[in-house]
């Protein structure tokens, strides 16, 4: 790793960036909203998951899976605004 890379500066920067970005991707959700889970998502095995989105607050995302996966029984979780992807509302959700 360069010295440039551990610099507060940069680091700073990095952050903002990732703040900027968290709160575009929160603004462009709204509840009913179709989401796919990136590979952002943690863990690994929700990614391509789908659910829809249950509620918007200024950090996080809370979203309802379309099927029970790994751990998550009960199928509604929240999870930052970058492990998702807004998918067209054509695509079909079945709730089991």
Known sequence: MSTWSRSPTVHARRQLLHTVQSARAIAELCVGDRVMFTNRSR?????????????????????????????????????PPLALRKIDRRTPIRHS
């Open 43 to 79: 863990p690994r095995y929700l990614e391509h998951e789908l659910a829809e989105v249950t509620e918007v607050d200024d950090r996080t995302v809370t979203v309802r899976l379309s099927r029970p996966v790994g751990r998550f029984d009960e199928r509604e979780l929240r999870c």
